[in-house]
């Protein structure tokens, strides 16, 4: 049988855009919360991820530059935390530091992108599950605490 010549087209119409499905995405905000106890790294991650599905390579690419800023900076700053002498002064310095990426962040990155799928989706998107990330997370949390702890005995016990 032949397609019916009358029939309406069947192609997706760009300017119609309430009719143009949402990806799966994880919600922008969570991932900004998750965030405050995994460290923006986790969050520019998943923001990431979302831009990618979302079609935005440009802002995927920010979010990538976020995420390996995240990891160097806090890699940096347990770095300093293991070598230098302990201080009381040193430590509030570096969890100041910390909650500063974490604030320069949200403002710089994640905040966009919720306001962005608000704009575009509203509350009505498809949602991905939190149980893989918020896993690999708790897992890279535990391998980060036996790295830092490792690293520090080393340290210590090096003459």
Same mark, same amino acid.
């Given at each position: 049988?032949?397609?019916?010549?009358?029939?309406?087209?069947?192609?997706?119409?760009?300017?119609?855009?309430?009719?143009?499905?949402?990806?799966?995405?994880?919600?922008?905000?969570?991932?900004?919360?998750?965030?405050?106890?995994?460290?923006?790294? %986790?969050?520019?991650?998943?923001?990431?991820?979302?831009?990618?599905?979302?079609?935005?390579?440009?802002?995927?690419?920010?979010?990538?530059?976020? %995420?390996?800023?995240?990891?160097?900076?806090?890699?940096?700053?347990?770095?300093?935390?293991?070598?230098?002498?302990?201080? +009381?002064?040193?430590?509030?310095?570096?969890?100041?530091?910390?909650?500063?990426?974490?604030?320069?962040?949200?403002?710089?990155?994640?905040?966009?992108?919720?306001?962005?799928?608000?704009?575009? %989706?509203?509350? +009505?998107?498809?949602?991905?599950?939190?149980?893989?990330?918020?896993?690999?997370?708790?897992?890279?949390? %535990?391998?980060?605490?036996?790295?830092?702890?490792?690293?520090?005995?080393?340290?210590?016990?090096?003459?």
């Amino acid at each position: 049988m032949t397609q019916n010549p009358y029939a309406p087209p069947k192609a997706e119409v760009a300017d119609i855009v309430g009719e143009r499905l949402a990806p799966l995405l994880w919600n922008p905000n969570a991932a900004a919360n998750w965030s405050l106890l995994f460290s923006p790294a %986790f969050g520019a991650y998943l923001h990431m991820k979302n831009w990618q599905a979302l079609g935005e390579p440009g802002k995927a690419t920010s979010a990538k530059v976020w %995420f390996v800023l995240s990891l160097v900076v806090l890699g940096g700053l347990s770095c300093a935390l293991v070598i230098g002498p302990p201080s +009381t002064q040193q430590a509030g310095s570096i969890r100041i530091a910390g909650f500063l990426l974490l604030v320069a962040w949200y403002f710089g990155s994640a905040r966009g992108q919720a306001s962005y799928v608000k704009t575009r %989706f509203g509350n +009505t998107y498809p949602r991905r599950g939190w149980s893989k990330p918020l896993g690999v997370a708790v897992l890279a949390f %535990f391998a980060y605490i036996v790295v830092v702890s490792v690293l520090a005995a080393v340290l210590k016990s090096a003459p």
